[in-house]
C-alpha cells in the first residue's frame, strides 16, 4: 500500500520538475529576445547589409559544394598557364584527329571511285553513298570529294596533315628546367 504512494509522490515530483523547467526556460527565452534600446551590447547587433553579406557567402559556399569539377588537368600543377612540350604535342594530335581530312582519291581496277579519308586518327576507304561524320558522300572527283550535310553541298579537297608547332619540332626552343627545391 505505500508504494502505490510513492508511486504517486515520484509521478507528482516529475510532473512538477517539467512544468518549472518549461516556464523558467519561456522566461530565459524572452528575456534574451527583448533587448532595450539603451542596451550597451546595442553595437554588437549586426546591420542589413552585413546580414546580406553572411547570407551571400553562405550561398557562395552551398554552391561550391554542389559544384562538379571538370577539369581535365591536375589542379596541383603549378604551371597550368605554361603549355608543356606534352600538352602542346597532345592538342596537335587532337586537332589532326578531330578533323575530316581527304587524303586521297582512286579509281579501282574495275573502274569505281574510292576516297581515303582520315577521321578520328583512322583512314578509312569509302566509296560514292557512305556516310562520315554524319555526311554523306555524293561524289568523288580526282582531287576532292562532294558531300552532303544538312542539305547543303561541301567540296574537300585532299589536305595535308596539319604541321606541328614550331616548339614541337625544334629542338633548340626548349625551355631549360631546374627543379627548385
Avoid: C, H
Wanted: proline content about 3%; hydrophobic content about 35%.
Amino acid at each position: 500500500m505505500e508504494n502505490k504512494y510513492l508511486r504517486d509522490l515520484a509521478i507528482v515530483a516529475i510532473l512538477f520538475t517539467v512544468i518549472t523547467l518549461g516556464v523558467k526556460s519561456y522566461y530565459l527565452y524572452n528575456k534574451e529576445v527583448k533587448i532595450p534600446k539603451q542596451s550597451r551590447y546595442k553595437n554588437l547587433a549586426l546591420s542589413q547589409k552585413q546580414i546580406k553579406q553572411i547570407q551571400g557567402i553562405e550561398t557562395s559556399i552551398n554552391d561550391r559544394k554542389n559544384f562538379v569539377f571538370t577539369v581535365t588537368k591536375d589542379p596541383l600543377e603549378q604551371n597550368l598557364i605554361v603549355k608543356t612540350r606534352k600538352d602542346l604535342e597532345q592538342e596537335w594530335i587532337d586537332k589532326v584527329q578531330s578533323m575530316v581530312r581527304l587524303t586521297a582519291t582512286f579509281i579501282s581496277n574495275d573502274g569505281k571511285r574510292y576516297a581515303s579519308i582520315s577521321y578520328k586518327g583512322k583512314n578509312k576507304i569509302y566509296k560514292v553513298g557512305d556516310k562520315i561524320a554524319g555526311q554523306k558522300i555524293t561524289k568523288i572527283g580526282e582531287a576532292n570529294i562532294k558531300v552532303l550535310f544538312n542539305g547543303v553541298e561541301k567540296v574537300l579537297k585532299i589536305q595535308p596533315i596539319p604541321e606541328k608547332p614550331k616548339e614541337l619540332t625544334n629542338p633548340s626552343i626548349q625551355k631549360n628546367r631546374e627543379i627548385n627545391w
